[in-house]
Nanobody, 124 residues
Framework: VQLQASGGGLVQAGGSLRLSCAAS????????MGWFRQAPGKEREFVAA????????DYADSVKGRFTISRDNAKNTVYLQMSRLRPEDTAVYYC??????????????????WGQGTLVTVSS
């Protein structure tokens, strides 16, 4: 499956952005989808994940209550609505697809396919 992330940009602290990740190539419904991010000079970290049905959702503690992950299987797209953004949210955000659902959703090794990333910059 191919993943294309979009929606990044520059926003002031306290603002909002919505990221999108469009999937193509295989049946989108088969995949658990996740968002990860990598800040400058730091390792990539888990942000959020959503099961194929949307019934199971996980968030990193750092974004809980501010970010919302969702998906539209008819559009083969997963979203990350980010609100009350902070400068520390500045990072390249990656979407990823997990076909096996064998491993915990917050582990990078659980995911088979990765998008190219979209940059989010939050100014103070």
């Amino acid at each position: 499956v191919q993943l294309q992330a979009s929606g990044g940009g520059l926003v002031q602290a306290g603002g909002s952005l919505r990221l999108s990740c469009a999937a193509s190539g295989r049946t989108f419904n088969d995949y658990r989808m996740g968002w990860f991010r990598q800040a400058p000079g730091k390792e990539r970290e888990f942000v959020a994940a959503i099961s194929w049905s949307g019934g199971n959702i996980d968030y990193a503690d750092s974004v809980k209550g501010r970010f919302t992950i969702s998906r539209d299987n008819a559009k083969n797209t997963v979203y990350l609505q980010m609100s009350r953004l902070r400068p520390e949210d500045t990072a390249v955000y990656y979407c990823a697809a997990d076909s096996s659902r064998r491993y915990p959703p917050n582990r990078q090794y659980a995911y088979d396919y990765w998008g190219q990333g979209t940059l989010v910059t939050v100014s103070s």
